[in-house]
């Protein structure tokens, strides 16, 4: 999957006239990238999507922060983020990438996660079940491990929450001990194939249910907690900003609009909004669920 593929397939879901803007830009360490950016759509508020293929050698600081025996390096992903404009329809976030570390060795990672604003239970047991459908094609032990990788991955230790209903995440699948570099691709490659059809579905089911003030607080409530991560948790933020990567792509997976409100009340009981917060933790089995 390339960022120039999935751009048309999410332009024409989006329904408006906005386009992807692609931005070229060139790291002086070594590689460069593509960032494709679509703002102020019809369903799409914001929507990055992001080639990067980036060499050199990082500091001593961050190879010992990232395990590296070796400060040389060789890294090429894709990134997509969708901040959609309705709390009806989920953020979702997928990245691949490959790496190879100076002493050679090389391995593949990624990930596919889902935030919904509000939880709708039969939409995230789907996004399971399409997930475990790619994982098991390769390996029937990836989903359980995968799945749990997500929920430790993509989790707000100060919050005690989940991001949202979790997906998989896997890192440092290493060529050798855990398959061929071909084996290993095709699993990133089933990974990447899976977003955009999955997520179109959702953007045509969710776009036009009703929303109002109170939903769109929720919103901005929820959109402060993608932002919490993505900068003080996400690895591959952390590993841009301290290899000398371009700040404008690495930040391009922020929400467009968001706020912090000092101690807002937590959602009443009963509520749309604490069903929601209830599913936003570890260990939720979402094949059983539904």
Not at 7 to 15: I, R, V, Y
Not at 99 to 112: K, L, P, R, T, Y
Not at 148 to 170: K, S
Request: charged content about 20%; overall charge negative.
């Amino acid at each position: 999957m390339s960022s120039s593929a999935s751009a048309p397939h999410l332009e024409a879901a989006d329904g408006g006239p906005a386009r992807f803007g692609t931005d070229a830009w060139a790291r002086p360490g070594g590689g460069g990238g593509r960032s494709k950016v679509l703002e102020n759509g019809a369903i799409l508020e914001k929507g990055g999507v992001g080639f990067s293929a980036v060499w050199g050698a990082m500091s001593e600081a961050a190879a010992r922060q990232l395990h590296m025996p070796d400060p040389h390096f060789y890294a090429t992903g894709v990134s997509l983020v969708l901040h959609p404009r309705s709390p009806r329809v989920p953020i979702i976030h997928m990245n691949v990438r490959y790496f190879e570390a100076g002493n050679g060795e090389a391995w593949f990672g990624g990930g596919i996660d889902l935030t919904p604003i509000y939880v709708d239970e039969a939409q995230a047991q789907r996004f399971h079940q399409r997930l475990k459908a790619v994982c098991d094609r390769h390996n029937p032990a990836y989903y359980p491990r995968f799945t749990r990788w997500a929920d430790d991955y993509f989790y707000l230790p100060h919050r005690q929450e989940t991001r949202g209903v979790g997906g998989i995440f896997f890192d440092r699948l290493t060529v050798g001990p855990d398959g061929t570099a071909e084996e290993l691709f095709q699993l990133i490659k089933d990974v990447a194939e899976l977003f955009a059809p999955f997520y179109t579905e959702l953007m045509a089911e969710n776009h036009a249910l009703p929303f109002g003030p109170a939903e769109e607080a929720w919103q901005t409530i929820r959109r402060a907690r993608y932002a919490e991560f993505n900068l003080a948790f996400d690895r591959g933020t952390r590993f841009g900003l301290e290899t000398g990567g371009r700040t404008e792509s690495i930040l391009m997976s922020l929400p467009p609009r968001t706020g912090w409100s000092y101690q807002p009340n937590p959602p009443a009981a009963g509520t749309p909004e604490a069903t929601t917060q209830a599913w936003l933790r570890k260990g939720v089995d979402w094949l059983a669920h539904v």
